[in-house]
């Protein structure tokens, strides 16, 4: 029995959104005239949605990584790798690594009933956004007791990571963390610090800094600490 070839149909998903009224070029198969490349505008990739379309897009930097779907009509597994660009891919989940593209190829090896695919790939952009700020806010609270580190996140993209120090006549005594999380820009978070019971003349202070997942880090900012 003669083997069938087979290609990779789709590297899509809403993880690569783009531009209302953008051009967007796709790839699609077609059983009868086999991989096409066309241009398209929004309204006309929507009527190509059931040929499993994909679309070039925009991702900025800093954002959450996300998922890439690739299916092929043999319904064999597909490999995903990186072609090039400022991108790392882990399975099927996508992390970006600076501005600029991303190029991630689909293949399928085939097996004994059906031939080597032909690869698909896709490239989408990584636009170049400002990594946030962050300003400590200066707080009080009881000796003895939980004390709200407060800070308020500045304009930015993406989820972060918190690192706070607490300082005692500018020596560190505790350190806080709290792994990514999504912020809002201009919104205030807080990370609890239980203070010491002891009485002391000493000037408390907190350092906080902020990374996105580009690995962007802020300089740190500290407030001061009133315990009463």
Known sequence: MAKKTIRVSDVSGDEIPEGKGATVRITFADARKGVRELDVT?????????????????????????????????????????????????????????????????????????????????TFLIEDVAARSVRALATSGTRGASVNLPFR??????????KITVQKNRTTVARLARNFFRVESGHVYALPWQASESKTTALYRFCVTLSDRAGRETAPSCGRIRLR
Do not use: M, W
């Open 42 to 122: 929004d309204a006309e990739a929507e009527k190509l949605g059931g040929r499993q379309v994909a679309r070039r897009g925009r991702r900025p930097l800093g954002d959450s990584d996300f998922l890439v779907h690739a299916t092929a009509s043999s319904r064999l597994p597909v490999s995903l790798t990186v072609a090039g660009g400022n991108c790392i891919i882990t399975g099927r989940t996508v992390h970006l690594t600076a501005a600029g593209s991303c190029s991630i190829t689909a293949s399928q090896n085939g097996n004994s009933s059906y031939n080597l695919a032909t690869s698909v790939s896709r």
């Open 153 to 162: 996140v500045g304009p930015g993209n993406g989820d972060v990571r918190v």
